[in-house]
């Protein structure tokens, strides 16, 4: 199961690069600097938790890795609809998906202090 975890880290590790670049390259003359910050800021917590998700694929701890993807799609998911759609009602989906990057931290740690890793 460990292994899968880590290839889904891997495979959001690529596409936060991918939503990156499409931000900073064909976006860029379409929208304002302020809904690239937007977009960016997505792109930018899809990192960050798909490197948290391979942490937790590496240390045995699915409940963390579910609770990072789930984030990230609700939160960097959201965030990259808000922007692209220009629907607003995007944005109420976003806060959830902070709680599930949150509730993965908190996993997380509770994995590191449960036993040996």
Not at 103 to 109: D, I, P, T, V
């Amino acid at each position: 199961m460990n292994r899968i975890w880590l290839a889904v880290a891997a495979i959001n590790g690529g596409l936060a690069v991918m939503a990156g670049a499409f931000a900073a390259h064909g976006l860029k003359s379409h929208y304002s600097a302020e809904a690239l910050s937007v977009f960016e800021t997505g792109a930018r917590y899809h990192m960050y938790h798909a490197l948290a998700m391979a942490v937790a694929a590496l240390v045995s701890a699915r409940g963390a890795a579910i609770a990072f993807l789930a984030g990230v799609v609700l939160f960097s998911g959201s965030l990259y609809l808000l922007e692209l759609t220009g629907v607003a009602a995007w944005g109420m989906i976003t806060p959830i998906g902070g709680l599930c990057f949150i509730a993965g931290w908190g996993l997380l740690a509770w994995r590191a202090f449960k036993g040996p890793i």
